[in-house]
């Protein structure tokens, strides 16, 4: 059974550009989150969703980042414009609940020139 | 929160020693979770402990939990070169999981 799968997997623009990542959650997984890792701030929750709707975007750092999940094995998230400090690896997981352990995608590692 | 908070930050162990991560966390839980990173990869789901629980094994791996002291550790016995990676606990409650900073374990062989 394939795990979370996003794309890409490696992503380098200059700052101003827009920046469109992509998820496929486990089929099955009605649970799908979104996280930034960096070495000052580790793990950090951005957004979740729960069948397809967003239920916590506190994480959310801007109003220039937006994420959508127009169905259930399918979710973007896009930053626009992006900027030098958003660099960071972007993970996607998926879960069948919000207590139950999640699968990780391998990431997508964004810099932004 | 339910944030998980691991200690040490570092820990450097030559093959075959015990290596030992200690998970601190604030609020109640319903349980807690251990998960590995290694570099460049996403994370990687090791084991589950519920509240009612006090100590769980998986192969290598033991868990402990202390509710009282909120508290939690990951034992690896025997480690090899391959457990090299960062180690992360987080509790799940009212909200999903958040993780701490995790522990870098560096094997040497």
């Known amino acids: 059974d394939a795990g979370v799968i996003q794309s890409p997997r490696h992503e380098v623009t200059e700052m101003g550009q827009e920046v469109t990542l992509r998820c496929k959650p486990i089929s099955g997984h009605d649970y799908l989150f979104w996280y930034r890792q960096t070495m000052m701030r580790g793990l950090e929750l951005l957004i979740y969703?729960?069948?397809?709707?967003?239920?916590?975007d506190s994480g959310m750092p801007e109003d220039r980042f937006s994420a959508k999940m127009p169905n259930a094995s399918f979710s973007t998230l896009k930053i626009q414009p992006s900027e030098p400090r958003d660099s960071a690896v972007y993970f996607c997981?998926?879960?069948?609940?919000?207590?139950?352990?999640?699968?990780f995608g391998d990431g997508t590692r964004l810099s932004i020139l | 929160s339910q944030q998980g908070e691991e200690d040490p930050q570092a820990l450097s162990i030559q093959e075959g020693e015990n290596a030992t991560m200690n998970c601190s966390y604030k609020t109640s839980i319903n349980n807690l979770q251990w998960y590995r990173q290694n570099s460049g990869r996403g994370l990687v789901h090791l084991i589950l402990?519920?509240?009612?629980?006090r100590e769980k094994h998986s192969g290598r791996l033991r868990v402990t939990l202390d509710t009282s002291k909120k508290s939690s550790s990951l034992l690896i016995t025997a480690s090899r070169a391959a457990d090299t990676a960062s180690y992360f606990c987080?509790?799940?409650?009212?909200?999903?999981?958040?993780f701490g900073k995790g522990t870098r374990l560096s094997v040497i062989a």
């Open positions: 402990i519920r509240s009612n629980e």
């Open positions: 997981a998926s879960s069948f609940t919000d207590n139950q352990p999640q699968h």
């Open positions: 987080a509790g799940s409650g009212n909200t999903p999981l958040v």
């Open positions: 969703f729960n069948n397809n709707v967003p239920i916590d």
